[in-house]
């Protein structure tokens, strides 16, 4: 009988988890991405909702009530205090879901876990990928995606571990800087393998 296995995928800010996670569901992998749980949490009615609310007050609503995300990182990325508490009300119920979600997952389960190697989180998988970018391609592509400055970028990218620090700590690195169908390739590379563990 095949086991399931636990796969924690991690990376810096800006080096392409998200498009690893979605290339590793298309391929039938099941996944877990802390941040939609975190995005979950913070909407109205979410257990995170109050309690962020009240430390970090009214002002980081935006439309509907809803926590506006570009406000509240604005805040915690320019404190390490903020972000710290940020972090401390809202990761315990994230790991948590995680972990159930973990426990209750069969089959090649690749849980996305942007502070995997921050939070000693490593001990919950039976193997780590990196995706790895260099630090101007992640620049780059935050400052793209997010609408930022480069000072803000980088401020966003410093409050992680340095990607070359990260690489060294994962069982598997998978560089992101070619093209989007060279990057896909070498993550269908990883999946077969990740499917020969298992048998």
Excluded at 152 to 175: F, G
Aim: hydrophobic share 40%; aromatic share 6%; proline share 3%.
């Amino acid at each position: 009988m095949k086991r399931s296995l636990r796969i924690g995928l991690t990376g810096g800010i800006g080096t392409g988890k998200s498009t690893a996670l979605r290339r590793l569901s298309a391929l039938g992998c099941r996944t877990i991405s802390l941040d939609e749980i975190a995005r979950r949490q913070a909407r109205p009615g979410g257990s995170a909702y109050g309690k962020l609310v009240r430390s970090f007050g009214r002002g980081i609503l935006g439309r509907g009530k809803a926590i506006d995300r570009a406000r509240l990182g604005r805040l915690v990325f320019r404190n390490e205090r903020a972000l710290r508490r940020l972090e401390r009300l809202t990761h315990p119920a994230i790991l948590a879901e995680m972990r159930r979600r973990l426990r209750e997952t069969s089959g090649v389960v690749v849980a996305d876990v942007p502070l995997l190697f921050e939070k000693r989180l490593q001990g919950e998988f039976d193997a780590t990928v990196m995706i790895a970018a260099r630090p101007s391609s992640q620049s780059r592509r935050i400052m793209a995606r997010d609408g930022l400055g480069k000072a803000e970028a980088r401020r966003r990218m410093s409050a992680q571990r340095p990607v070359s620090e990260k690489a060294e700590l994962a069982d598997v690195v998978i560089w992101n800087e070619g093209g989007l169908k060279d990057f896909e390739s070498r993550i269908d590379q990883y999946y077969r393998a990740f499917r020969l563990m298992r048998s």
